[in-house]
Every structure is written in structure tokens, then in C-alpha cells.
């Protein structure tokens, strides 16, 4: 509407900054839809893979109870005092993996971010928007130029409507 407004008052160069600022909006939106659209399947996989693992780790802690519940009345038939020693060394040992765990995520991370460099350099949108740049082909998306020719457009439409005579 303001864009519109500034082309009426006849200012092209405010007219052109909000029509700039319209075409970078609607690329935003579009990358927004298609990244939304290309990472939903994967995100569904995630959201599943961690209420399996939530599941798994419920179970575990049942079993670890469990255990824990059995071997305190085993020690306490023989009336002999629950060692420590054990215990500590399974927690050093989770304690071990968690860390070589977190550690690996951060080589992922980092593999997957190289990864996605190469992707986007290489992607055939990248490669046609390049082209499209230099003229071959019709441009994936609009430009200040695009959205100032559609507002005149829907403009002069207003005013030729507006003029027409009332029957």
C-alpha cells in the first residue's frame, strides 16, 4: 500500500527502496517454504527418533531399578554392606562414553556443515540463478523492478476502475 501510495505522489526513488524491500521479503518467504518443505520429512524422523529414545531410556531406568532393587536385597540376605566401588566405575565409564558421544557430535556438526557448503555451490538452483542472471532463462524470483511493474499495473487498474463512469 505505501509502496503504491509513493508511486501516486510520482516518488520513484522511495517507490523503488519499498519495491526492493517487497521483492527480498517474498524471496525470504519462498526460501522459507521450500526449506520448510524440503526439511519437514527429516524433522518428522528426528521427533520420532527421540520419543524412541526417550522410550528406550524409560525402560532402561526401569531395568536399572530394577537391578538396583534386587541387588540391595541380595547384599542384604547375606548382611554384608553394598560396595561402592562398582558403581563409581560404571559412572566413569558413562561418564567416558558421554564425553567420545559429544565429541562425535561436533565432528558430525562439522562434517555436516562442510557438507552443506559443497551442497549449495553445487545445487542446480544456485547454477540456475546464475544463469539466470546473465540472461538465459526466466529468473527464479522476483525483483524490485518485477514488483514495481506489478504495483503500476494493479495501480493504473484502480484508477482506470475509479474513472470509469457510474451507470
Not at 524433522?43 to 531410556?57: C, G, H, K, T
Not at 560404571?90 to 567416558?96: D, G, M, N, V, Y
Amino acid at each position: 500500500m505505501r509502496v503504491a501510495a509513493a508511486l501516486r505522489a510520482g516518488d520513484e526513488t522511495l517507490a523503488r527502496e519499498g519495491a526492493e524491500a517487497i521483492a527480498a521479503l517474498e524471496a525470504d518467504r519462498d526460501s522459507y517454504r521450500a526449506a520448510k518443505a524440503l526439511f519437514e520429512p527429516e524433522i518428522q524422523r528426528l521427533r520420532d527418533y527421540v520419543a524412541q529414545a526417550q522410550e528406550r531410556l524409560l525402560a532402561v531406568e526401569r531395568g536399572r531399578r530394577l537391578a538396583r532393587a534386587a541387588e540391595s536385597i541380595r547384599v542384604m540376605r547375606r548382611g554384608g554392606v553394598e560396595e561402592e566401588g562398582p558403581h563409581r566405575a560404571t559412572l566413569s565409564e558413562a561418564e567416558a562414553t558421554l564425553s567420545r558421544l559429544r565429541d562425535r557430535q561436533v565432528e558430525i556438526r562439522a562434517a555436516d556443515e562442510a557438507l552443506d557448503e559443497l551442497e549449495a555451490a553445487s545445487r542446480p538452483e544456485t547454477i540456475a540463478q546464475k544463469l539466470a542472471s546473465k540472461g538465459f532463462g526466466p529468473r527464479g524470483r522476483a525483483t524490485a523492478d518485477d514488483v514495481l511493474s506489478r504495483l503500476r499495473a494493479r495501480a493504473e487498474g484502480v484508477a482506470a476502475t475509479s474513472a470509469a463512469p457510474q451507470a
